[in-house]
């Protein structure tokens, strides 16, 4: 099925600890992402595979709301998250590596098409990298 990806890496002068603490305080998010309104815990007290929230954020000027849910977490190392919405899975996967007195992030974004009609019209209206993978 057709698919896209994006990737970046910003290195954090702080341990990879305190990075995690903040990659994983959920009812922070609000205040340290950009655009989140809101989190709604659905399921789950901690950050543990299976946790699922709500969150309302401002896309392209516009309110959504998506439903997330951890898929996997090396406590330190690296956490997936994931979200369906229209046909399409969304995974966000951030991996911490340490180097020197700084603490790398990196994030792959990757959304797949789950059924023909998403193939169908993401043809039609996304983006190019949506046709080329």
């Not at 990806?5 to 603490?21: G, M």
């Not at 180097?99 to 209206?125: P, W």
Request: aromatic share 6%; with cysteine; hydrophobic share 45%.
């Amino acid at each position: 099925m057709t698919s896209c990806a994006v990737h970046a890496s910003h290195a954090v002068p702080a341990p990879a600890e305190d990075v995690w603490a903040v990659l994983t305080d959920l009812e922070s998010a609000k205040s340290t992402l950009p655009g989140v309104v809101d989190i709604e815990r659905l399921e789950g007290t901690a950050y543990d595979v299976g946790t699922r929230w709500r969150e309302p954020c401002i896309i392209f000027g516009k309110l959504a709301s998506e439903v997330m849910e951890v898929t996997a977490v090396d406590p330190l190392h690296a956490t997936t998250v994931r979200a369906v919405n229209r046909g399409v899975i969304y995974a966000t996967e951030f991996r911490l590596v340490t180097a020197d007195e700084l603490t790398v992030v990196t994030m792959l974004l990757t959304g797949r098409c789950r059924t023909r009609h998403c193939v169908l019209v993401s043809s039609m209206r996304s983006p190019p990298c949506w046709r080329q993978a």
